[in-house]
């Protein structure tokens, strides 16, 4: 009966003992299946919890994200939700302002250095002027401040480390399981 019991076990901690190993694994070099991401759509996909402002006016719907070094600003019409392209987008920061580089019908970047805007972590005031062929806008707001980089380093590249935690404590777990079953066959 305690054979029969300590087998079920084994069998039942067996997928628990394999799943971090498979969470942990991961494609190296060779192993990209799928097509290559041009250069300018990785700089487009900035992390999920950055900071974004979203501002609007009767001819568009501005959204600014800032990236690790840039501030990265999406312009679309505001009744089609469709890119627009061919804008001048001047930025503002305080007392500094910069044109920003059109990347592709839509998405413009500005460096946050030349905003004044790269070794400060907080909250930032920004102004941001659209111009196109046929009309002018102006908008403004506070982009909030960026998420805390101790915990973003954490939970992004110590991930490993935890997965490897939990399995010991699974490994020690099932040991002192199976210990406790064989002396009480004893």
């Given amino acids: 009966m ?43 996909i900035p992390a999920a919890d950055a900071p974004r402002l979203t501002l609007t006016a009767p001819q568009f719907e501005l959204v600014a994200v800032r990236d690790t070094a840039a501030l990265l600003i999406y312009v679309d019409d505001y009744d089609s939700n469709a890119p627009l392209a061919d ?21 413009y970047r500005v460096a946050l250095a030349a905003l004044g805007l790269d070794n400060k972590p907080g909250t930032a005031p920004l102004s941001f002027i659209v111009r196109s062929p046929q009309w002018q806008a102006r908008v403004d707001g506070v982009l909030p401040a960026a998420a805390s980089a101790k915990a973003d380093h954490f939970l992004g590249e110590d991930r490993r480390l935890l997965f490897v935690l939990v399995l010991l404590a ?15 066959r004893s």
Avoid at 19 to 38: D, K, M, N
Avoid at 170 to 184: D, E, G, Q, T
């Fill in 2 to 44: 305690i054979a029969v019991s300590l087998r079920r076990l084994r069998a039942a901690l067996l997928p628990l003992l394999l799943l971090p190993l498979a969470l942990t694994a991961q494609a190296h070099e060779g192993h990209e299946h799928e097509e290559a991401v041009p250069a300018a759509a990785v700089t487009a």
């Fill in 87 to 107: 804008l001048q987008l001047q930025v503002q920061s305080g007392s500094r302002s910069t044109q920003a580089e059109a990347l592709e019908p839509g998405l």
């Fill in 170 to 184: 699974i490994v020690v777990i099932v040991v002192r399981v199976l210990r406790r079953l064989r002396s009480a």
